[in-house]
T-cell receptor, first 114, second 110 residues
Framework: DAGVTQSPTHLIKTRGQQVTLRCSPK?????VSWYQQALGQGPQFIFQ???????QRGNFPDRFSGHQFPNYSSELNVNALLLGDSALYLC?????????????FGPGTRLLVL | GQQLNQSPQSMFIQEGEDVSMNCTSS?????WLWYKQDPGEGPVLLIA?????ELTSNGRLTAQFGITRKDSFLNISASIPSDVGIYFC??????????FGSGTKLNVKP
């Protein structure tokens, strides 16, 4: 049983460009959350998707958007990239149950904005 | 957003020593979680706490949910080299919004 997978593993972009990151959840999980982890910091919650809709959002600008597909996989899109968007982007999946804290994290996509 | 403060920021200990770290918040949390992150990996859930005063163990790890619901503690007994990593406290707040602390980096000298 594959765990949470993310692609690509690394990415280099320049300021102003747009990026799309992808996540496949663990088998049996229907909820996907995205986090941004800057160097030396803890993960910061971006948003959560369930039933193809954004269910909850953290304190991130509209440049950050997402999508969930019928097979529960998800994409994170960031427009008009800034230098400060350089970070590790983590995807986590969980079953939609009261025990949602059982989030399983992927290895992340490391984004560098030059 | 909610702020979770972890201390210490980093620790250097000898193999076999016990370790204590804690996490505090200005707001009440109804669930406290402890994660470990190894280099190049995503965080892995170690322990989940659901009730004020609760003490829960997972092998050599023991965590406590503070009585005020604004803090939590993690202890590691008889540390080993594979305990090296960054430990994060976290909690869901306002339904499904998860907040993480800034982490405690643990180094273990063999």
């Amino acid at each position: 049983d594959a765990g949470v997978t993310q692609s690509p593993t690394h990415l280099i972009k320049t300021r102003g460009q747009q990026v799309t990151l992808r996540c496949s959840p663990k088998s049996g999980h229907d909820t996907v959350s995205w986090y941004q982890q800057a160097l030396g910091q803890g993960p910061q919650f971006i948003f959560q998707y369930y039933e193809e809709e954004e269910r909850q959002r953290g304190n991130f600008p509209d440049r950050f958007s997402g999508h969930q597909f019928p097979n529960y996989s998800s994409e994170l899109n960031v427009n008009a990239l800034l230098l400060g968007d350089s970070a590790l982007y983590l995807c986590a999946s969980s079953p939609d149950s009261p025990a949602q804290e059982t989030q399983y994290f992927g290895p992340g996509t490391r984004l560098l904005v030059l | 957003g909610q702020q979770l403060n972890q201390s210490p920021q980093s620790m250097f200990i000898q193999e076999g020593e016990d370790v204590s770290m804690n996490c505090t918040s200005s707001s009440i949390f109804n669930t406290w979680l402890w994660y470990k992150q190894d280099p190049g990996e995503g965080p892995v859930l170690l322990i989940a706490l659901y009730k004020a005063g609760e003490l829960t163990s997972n092998g050599r790890l023991t965590a406590q949910f503070g009585i005020t619901r604004k803090d939590s503690f993690l202890n590691i007994s008889a540390s080993i080299p594979s305990d090296v990593g960054i430990y994060f406290c976290a909690g869901p707040y306002n339904f499904n919004k998860f907040y993480f602390g800034s982490g405690t980096k643990l180094n273990v000298k063999p």
